[in-house]
């Protein structure tokens, strides 16, 4: 990125700054004081990382989720690692996912459904928030989100006691890395859902699978060596369905 104008807060001098690290510091050369780049920079006349949090807070508060989501990508496209951003994100996507009642796109709705969605919304933005965020800030949300984890958690277990029953489960996968909520078996199912069941050698895959994989599930244990075989598959076959 080019070098950018910046003006001192405090003695308001013109000074200039490197922006290709925009958490870093610089010090104006007339007043000596030191600067957060980010806080004093403009890149090509737009607003800062600061301003544009500040609007976007402001729309969450008044209930305007869409611009605010707008806004919150506005600052990733400049600081791609801004744990605020990442956690309005999250603030605005957990409070679409209560708005449609936590259905999924085919009307599915339940306590299965439920925790997928929200695994999957705190796998997309609270983690990418927590994996930012200094040491406090870490704490609190992670504390934020521990009541969803709970549930998340507490239907893991019930699904599994009830060996997640009909065509809706993935026995196999889940059995493998020992949870049906998580981001490798939720794209699996997505998988199913959005490819495999529209082909009809894929549907004809989805009637074997679910004839024998049931008894298979009972023989494999995440810590196994076949269940550590079958991971390794499944790990390189979500890589590539999430590229």
Same mark, same amino acid.
């Given at each position: 990125m080019a070098i950018q104008p910046a003006i001192c807060s405090q003695c308001g001098g013109s000074i200039k700054v490197d922006d290709v690290d925009l958490n870093g510091f610089c010090r104006c050369e007339f007043c000596n004081t030191p600067l957060k780049v980010i806080d004093v920079i403009t890149i090509d006349g737009l607003p800062t990382v600061k301003s544009l949090l500040t609007n976007a807070d402001m729309l969450v508060s008044d209930g305007n989720l869409e611009s605010a989501v707008k806004t919150y990508k506005e600052v990733l496209a400049? #600081?791609?690692?801004? /744990?605020?951003? &990442? &956690?309005?994100?999250?603030?605005?996507?957990?409070?679409? *996912? $209560?708005? !449609?009642?936590?259905? *999924?796109?085919?009307?599915?709705?339940?306590?299965?459904?439920?925790?997928?969605?929200?695994?999957?919304?705190?796998?997309?933005?609270?983690? %990418?928030?927590?994996? !930012?965020?200094?040491?406090? #800030? =870490?704490?609190? !949300? +992670?504390?934020?989100?521990?009541?969803?984890?709970?549930?998340? %958690?507490?239907?893991?277990?019930?699904?599994?006691?009830?060996k997640v029953g009909g065509s809706s489960g993935c026995y196999i996968a889940t059995a493998v890395y020992g949870s049906y909520t998580c981001r490798e078996v939720f794209t699996l199912r997505r998988y199913?859902?959005? @490819?495999?069941? =529209? /082909?009809?050698?894929?549907?004809?895959?989805? %009637?074997? !699978?679910?004839?024998?994989?049931?008894?298979?599930? =009972?023989?494999?244990?995440?810590?196994?060596?076949?269940?550590?075989?079958? $991971? =390794? @598959?499944?790990?390189?076959?979500?890589? $590539?369905?999430? +590229?």
């Open positions: 400049i #600081k791609p690692n801004c /744990h605020e951003a &990442w &956690w309005g994100l999250y603030v605005c996507n957990r409070a679409f *996912d $209560r708005y !449609y009642n936590y259905q *999924d796109k085919y009307g599915n709705s339940g306590p299965l459904t439920k925790a997928s969605i929200m695994a999957s919304t705190i796998d997309k933005y609270a983690n %990418r928030a927590i994996e !930012y965020a200094p040491a406090g #800030k =870490k704490e609190q !949300y +992670m504390a934020q989100i521990a009541p969803e984890l709970d549930f998340i %958690r507490s239907v893991q277990s019930g699904a599994q006691d009830r199913r859902d959005d @490819y495999l069941s =529209k /082909h009809l050698l894929g549907r004809a895959f989805i %009637r074997v !699978y679910y004839a024998i994989s049931p008894t298979l599930a =009972k023989r494999i244990r995440p810590d196994s060596r076949l269940g550590k075989s079958i $991971r =390794k @598959y499944l790990d390189k076959k979500v890589d $590539r369905l999430s +590229m």
